[in-house]
């Protein structure tokens, strides 16, 4: 099954929203960084959000749900093509980074077009 692609124009905003499992505690508000790439080059696209909400906890389930939403602005500056996802970070209060696992399970290509 192929990732679903969108396709964004310089000027336009991209805005992802997602839920994700996480054992540790973030709060609302904390930072989410998300990373596209486009394969076989340096090109990125950075896209920065927070989380905005947690599920009731479940007694007995180690982790929590979240739902986060990240965005970003395609410049000029973007090369136009695919950037599948390549990073997500979640950083605490703290300044602590927490790189997310399971990005292979982040279906999603972003198409930029010039």
Known sequence: MES???SFAPGDLIRISFSFRYTGGLELGDDIH???ARPGTDDKLKLEGEVLMSAPEVPGRPYTV???TARGRVTREVVPGDYVCK???A???NGDDWPFTGLEK???TVQTSP
Do not use: K, R, S
Request: proline share 6%.
């Open 4 to 6: 679903p692609i969108e």
């Open 34 to 36: 998300v990373v596209f």
């Open 66 to 68: 979240y739902t986060a």
């Open 87 to 89: 990073d997500i970070i």
């Open 91 to 93: 950083v605490d209060e």
């Open 106 to 108: 982040m279906d999603l």
